[in-house]
């Protein structure tokens, strides 16, 4: 009895194993690239249902042996699935955390800075007033040294 394999006999294993290094390889760099191995898993998957459909239809015409590694490899890829679903699932709700965050922080910027008084175009700013000089100061004539300023004078003039 001459028995073959399977179509996707070696190629679901290697999908499947692949599949999983990436996966556990993008956790490092915060799910950025674990779609690119759950697209690998998909395909793998794809192709073992196909080879187990094919199997299921001509059991006689192929190696148990075979029909052993493509169920192995489904498992691996279902696996490889699940994990980079997950990985791509928290990659997803980090950014939409940080970009809310982000995004909040930036329109505040904006809306702040945006705000003016109606009657006379000024911009409104919050002034904080120093409690310890609070009281105008009230100057005598007598108490201002003006010969001073009168000798600045000359020599700005001059100069």
């Not at 009895?1 to 194993?17: C, V």
């Not at 955390?97 to 409104?124: C, H, L, Q, V």
């Amino acid at each position: 009895m001459n028995t073959s394999k399977l179509p996707a006999d070696p190629l679901a294993l290697i999908l499947g194993i692949v599949a999983l290094v990436l996966g556990f390889a993008g956790c490092c760099c915060y799910g950025i690239i674990a779609i690119v191995p759950l697209i690998i898993a998909i395909i793998g998957l794809i192709s073992a249902n196909k080879s187990l459909k094919e199997y299921g239809q001509n059991p006689e015409a192929y190696d148990p042996r075979s029909k052993s590694n493509v169920s192995t490899g489904k498992i691996l890829n279902i696996i490889a699935i699940v994990f980079n679903g997950i990985v791509v699932f928290i990659f997803i709700g980090i950014l939409v955390f940080y970009g809310t965050m982000w995004s909040s922080g930036a329109f505040d910027e904006f809306r702040n800075y945006g705000d003016y008084d109606d009657y006379n175009d000024d911009p409104i700013f919050e002034v904080e007033e120093d409690t310890l000089y609070s009281e105008p100061e009230i100057y005598d004539e007598e108490t201002i040294d003006t010969t001073n300023t009168v000798e600045l004078k000359k020599t700005f003039e001059e100069g």
